[in-house]
């Protein structure tokens, strides 16, 4: 696997976990546990995000090609 397939991998697991975690958040109560998945699974999707867009962003001549 490259690193692009990787990031993307990351990228679809995080946001199923994000997702799930945040549905659910409302019947578990306050557990601290799901909180903290579900806030460090954001974290990661966001950074992995940022990587994403890293990685496609080259420049060729004075245009970026996506």
């Known amino acids: 696997m490259n690193k692009n397939k990787v990031t993307n991998w990351i990228l679809l697991i ?3 976990i994000v997702f799930v975690s945040g549905v659910l958040i409302r019947p578990m109560g306050d ?3 799901m909180l903290a ?3 460090l699974s954001a974290v990661i999707f966001v950074v992995f995000n940022i990587v994403h867009i890293l990685q ?3 420049r060729k001549g004075n245009s970026y090609v996506s």
């Open 14 to 16: 995080t946001l199923i």
């Open 56 to 58: 496609h962003r080259k």
């Open 37 to 39: 998945v579900h806030k």
């Open 31 to 33: 557990s601290m546990m």
